[in-house]
C-alpha cells in the first residue's frame, strides 16, 4: 500500500464548469503522476511532478492543468470540462529509491455530461 | 514515439491451462519493461519489472520475458486460476522516467 487517496471517486458535472482532482499521498515522495484510461487507449499520462511546484506536460496535457503547492498533494484541473475529458483518472507515485516504478492510486471516474 | 501494443485484447481460457499474454513495443531505447495487473473498478497493481538488462522475471506462477531486440514482451501464467481474471498492463519505461502502457489484455479463467 503506497498510501495513495484520490477524491472525489466519482464526480458527474456538466460541459464547461471547472473539476479539480486530487491526489494525496502520505509517504512523502518527491514523483507524482496523473493519467486517464480509455478503452482501447490504456493509461496516457496527462502531467507529472518532480516535486513542489515542479510539474512538467505530459502526452494528453491539452485541457489539463495542475498545482503541487505541498509534496503530499498534487491538483488536477480541468478547467472547463468537456465531454470527451469523461474518463478514468489516475494518480501514481514513484518511491524515492525506485523510480523505474509506479504505484497507482484507486482512480477517479468522471464523466462530463 | 513509443507505441505499446497488446494481443489479444481478451482471452478465455479454462482453469488450469497454461497462457501467454503478448507486449510488443516500437522504441527498443527503454529502461525497463513492466506488467501490471488491474482488477475491474480498481487501480493498477505491479506484478513484475524487467530491466533492460534483463532476460525474464518470475515471480510465483508468473513469469516474464523480455526481447529487446524484437521489441516483445511476454507474460507467461501457469496453472491459471479463476483468482487469475482481471485485465493485465504492460508498459514500456523511456526516457523522463516516462511510462507508455498498453491497452491490455482481459482475462477470463472459467472454473
Known amino acids: 500500500d503506497a498510501g495513495i487517496t484520490q477524491s472525489p471517486r466519482h464526480k458527474v458535472t456538466e460541459t464547461g464548469t471547472p473539476v479539480t482532482l486530487r491526489c494525496h499521498q502520505t509517504?512523502?515522495?518527491?514523483?507524482m503522476y496523473w493519467y486517464r484510461q480509455d478503452p482501447g487507449h490504456g493509461l496516457r499520462l496527462i502531467h507529472y511532478?518532480?516535486?513542489?511546484?515542479?510539474?512538467d506536460k505530459g502526452e494528453v496535457s491539452d485541457g489539463y492543468s495542475v498545482s503541487r503547492s505541498k509534496t503530499e498533494d498534487f491538483l488536477l484541473t480541468l478547467e472547463s470540462a468537456t465531454s470527451s475529458q469523461t474518463s478514468v483518472y489516475f494518480c501514481?507515485?514513484?518511491?524515492?529509491?525506485?523510480?523505474?516504478?509506479?504505484?497507482f492510486g484507486p482512480g477517479t471516474r468522471l464523466t462530463v455530461l | 514515439k513509443q507505441e505499446v501494443t497488446q494481443i489479444p485484447a481478451a482471452l478465455s481460457v479454462p482453469e488450469g491451462e497454461n497462457l501467454v499474454l503478448n507486449c510488443s513495443f516500437t522504441d527498443s531505447a527503454i529502461y525497463n519493461l513492466q506488467w501490471f495487473r488491474q482488477d475491474p473498478g480498481k487501480g493498477l497493481t505491479s506484478l513484475l519489472l524487467?530491466?533492460?538488462?534483463?532476460r525474464e522475471q518470475t515471480s510465483g506462477r508468473l513469469n516474464a520475458s523480455l526481447d529487446k531486440s524484437s521489441g516483445r514482451s511476454t507474460l507467461y501464467i501457469a496453472a491459471s486460476q479463476p483468482g487469475d481474471s482481471a485485465t493485465y498492463l504492460c508498459a514500456a519505461l523511456n526516457a523522463g522516467n516516462m511510462l507508455t502502457f498498453g491497452g491490455g489484455t482481459r482475462l477470463m479463467v472459467k472454473p
Open positions: 509517504e512523502n515522495h518527491r514523483y
Open positions: 524487467i530491466q533492460s538488462s534483463q
Open positions: 501514481a507515485i514513484s518511491p524515492p529509491l525506485n523510480t523505474d516504478t509506479q504505484y
Open positions: 511532478s518532480y516535486g513542489v511546484k515542479d510539474t
